[in-house]
């Protein structure tokens, strides 16, 4: 168990401004006007819905990262697309227990999503309600991880354990990154929450076995190598890309 300083959620979450990218969470009413929540997203489509921010925003995003990164076809950028909210996800989850000692209620309803922004994805959170750090597994995974994994398989092949593997993925670039904020700020004791907190929920939730503990490299490939010009991940399996199978 990790020992948490608790400090009280401000409405604004200010605490994470500093952190930048991956780790800011804003709060109330988007500028831009209203926004579908995750859970309207991650809600099936009706059969005559159009792929549109509103209507169905998965489909949306996919279509729109398929377009950005020329993916050669849908299932890499769900792929990419999944893993950029994953990492969102889990980086202000844990940012924010690992600065305050509690967790912000990340409960789909409350979480307004722009499907037509640009990465880091834009997150804006209606109402700020503490709940107990250790509930972040739950939160995360049961809440955001489980649902979102089922609303991209309902509309495109990918697999399961590749998305496994992009949720494990981004909880590690979330350790590392609040570690670097952590050292370069003399917050050491952030790093060090960090840390512990994720190494509990490695091994105690769906995420055990996604990377090698020795390596920290992941188990699965997040298909990025497909992208034009896209390589291997830091963390991937592979140590070059594979060749394109023969037909």
């Not at 979450?13 to 988007?30: E, K, M, N, Q």
């Not at 496994?164 to 370069?184: H, I, K, P, T, Y």
């Amino acid at each position: 168990m990790v020992l948490l300083l608790f400090v009280d959620l401000d409405p604004q979450l200010a605490a994470l401004g500093p952190l930048g990218g991956f780790f800011v969470l804003r709060t109330g009413v988007p500028p831009r006007g209203p926004l579908p929540t995750l859970a309207q997203a991650y809600a099936a489509p009706q059969l005559d819905a159009r792929a549109d921010v509103y209507t169905d925003p998965i489909t949306f995003r996919i279509q729109k990262v398929t377009k950005s990164i020329q993916a050669p076809e849908p299932r890499v950028a769900a792929s990419v697309a999944h893993q950029a909210l994953a990492a969102r996800l889990w980086a202000v989850a844990l940012g924010t227990v690992a600065l305050y000692g509690h967790l912000p209620d990340l409960e789909p309803r409350l979480l307004h999503w722009d499907p037509d922004g640009s990465a880091p994805d834009d997150l804006w959170l209606s109402e700020v309600r503490p709940l107990p750090a250790a509930a972040i597994g739950e939160v995360v995974g049961a809440g955001h991880l489980v649902p979102l994994a089922a609303a991209l398989r309902s509309r495109c092949r990918i697999s399961a354990g590749l998305l496994r593997g992009n949720a494990g993925s981004a909880l590690a670039g979330a350790v590392r990154g609040l570690d670097r904020w952590a050292q370069v700020n003399g917050r050491a004791e952030v790093g060090d929450r960090a840390r512990v907190l994720a190494a509990e929920l490695f091994a105690h939730s769906d995420l055990s076995g996604t990377l090698d503990p020795s390596t920290l490299r992941r188990r699965s490939c997040c298909l990025y190598y497909r992208v034009p010009g896209g390589g291997l991940c830091g963390d991937c399996c592979f140590t070059r890309p594979p060749k394109p199978s023969k037909h």
